[in-house]
């Protein structure tokens, strides 16, 4: 008789995580769990460095003795104790049923109750489908959404499409540091003994190998999270996949949810995701004993592209459709179905590449029993996330004070977030601008613009730039240096260029310039020429301290918005001459083209 049972790890990210899922070039985005394929990997390269290469055939290629799973988020409820989040099921959507001020109330809509008539017959007023429930849930309680948290990080890499080479922006979405995930890795051996022994030799591989392992491809570009891995405080073997299996009474229905993507064939032998619910009967009929035990009453399947990368070609496999992690077969028990059975259902994984953890599921009481339920949501706060680390200690440091890095990330995200529309702005005001001066004059006001002021008020730093872009378009030396200003030819060239503000009144290049540097008529200059609304908008979306009344945006924001006006005045008029250099020279190369 075979021993079975699974090897419990947490896993704490000390580093940021990268995880492809997609081999695109320019968009490197990590995957929210901890793929088997990537673990087996991590295992590989630690029996490597401890000098037993002999076991990788039979521990990590064959995936007999050891087979792997997806290690999901981990929600700690008490110190060392929590519960592991699963994919959301794909019949769970929701629907807004009221609005009211700090709160927003979903319904929660079971997708298949609603096609077979449940929870009292379909109407017209109940039929709406609501948006699909995407993340994490708890097992036991549906309505509890489980957040991963990721970062974008923005590169600038080589173009090699041809010459001349320029710059080439790509993004990187890693996986935060500090977040705990729980790993269960099937374990089989002869005897119980054996099997107990086999899990000691594992943990002593990662125990050498602590400090040292890394996640994915992505740990060559330091983002391979430096995990930090325990087994849990129950002892290092569990019998179950997710939560404690139950007997399943006959009459009883249970939804099967992939926790991985799924690699299901059709008769021909070709991909096919809508296959997963005869690859899922077939399964029922091998590990239950007969095809009569459960009855399949509904399926939600979603596709999503699966893609590996070959270490020993250098390249990416072909691509693959599997069914989606979250995908739902809906089963009926027939006759009762003890625990024992249950277990073993849930340790067989569907379809194929099981070695890389695919197809694993967990079959969950049915999402139907939430059907109409409420689910609250806070729109203007989140509760305080708590982190504990494996071992039930808390990591160093309060976060509960801001401190210069709050207010550091405060100004990143809303300097950012104005900058957009200031440049969109300043673009359409370029766009409506007449009689343009020459590219030379609109580069030398660039970097008086670009320069940054020596001395000046120390509060406000721009003020110095501004009168000197002034004084340079106006001719006048003494308040324009150490720049040159402007000739008596090249001012009235400038003088002739004309912006048109928003109440269709042109103003002379050299006059929206020295307004906008002039403290008296600045106000006016800011309401003509600038879209509060836009900007207003844009904050908005990034206030991290925005009120739950109708205020738009906190006092916080609109006092960041009155201190740096005047850097978000540079930020216009520098990017309106770069528009406006750019509009010249197409103007003057049009001239040049013969007719």
Known sequence: MTA??????RMLLTETAVLRNRFTPLHVASEQVIPGRVQRGMLAAALHRADQAHLIHDWVAKGEAIRFGPALPFVESSPGHGSIAVPTPAALHYRTVADIPNQEVYELVDMLSLRRG???GITPENTDPG????????????RAPVSVTTHTERYLGTGRGGEPLQGVPFLTTM???GQVFEARWRLCAETEQALQDRAGKVLAVLERSAGSLVLGTGSTRAHGGRPQIMPVADGPLVRDRIEAAENWPAGEARDLVLLSPALVADHNGEPRPGCLAGAVATLCKQVLGDAGAVKQVGEVVESEPVEVYHRMYRSAMACRWAAAAGSVVRLEARRHIPAAQVRELESQPVGQRRVDGHGCFVLLKSASRVHGTDLWQQKSTRPAARLRLPDGTEPPGDVSDPGDEVAALRHRMLSHAVAEPLRARARELAAHATQLPSPSLLGRLREVVAQAAPGGDGQQPHWGVLRRLAAVAAGEQAAAAPHKAFTDKAKGE????????DNSVQHRLTEWLGQAADPEEQERWWRDFVSQRAIVDAVAAVDLDRPADNMRISPTAQQWLADHRLWMIRLLLGTWLAEAARRRRLQDDRKEQPQ
């Open 131 to 142: 948006k699909r429930l995407r993340g994490y849930i708890l097992p036991r309680d549906l």
């Open 4 to 9: 079975t049972g699974y090897l419990a790890l």
């Open 175 to 177: 996986l935060d540091a």
């Open 494 to 501: 400038t003088g002739k260029a004309t912006i048109t503000a």
């Open 118 to 120: 449940h929870a009292g």
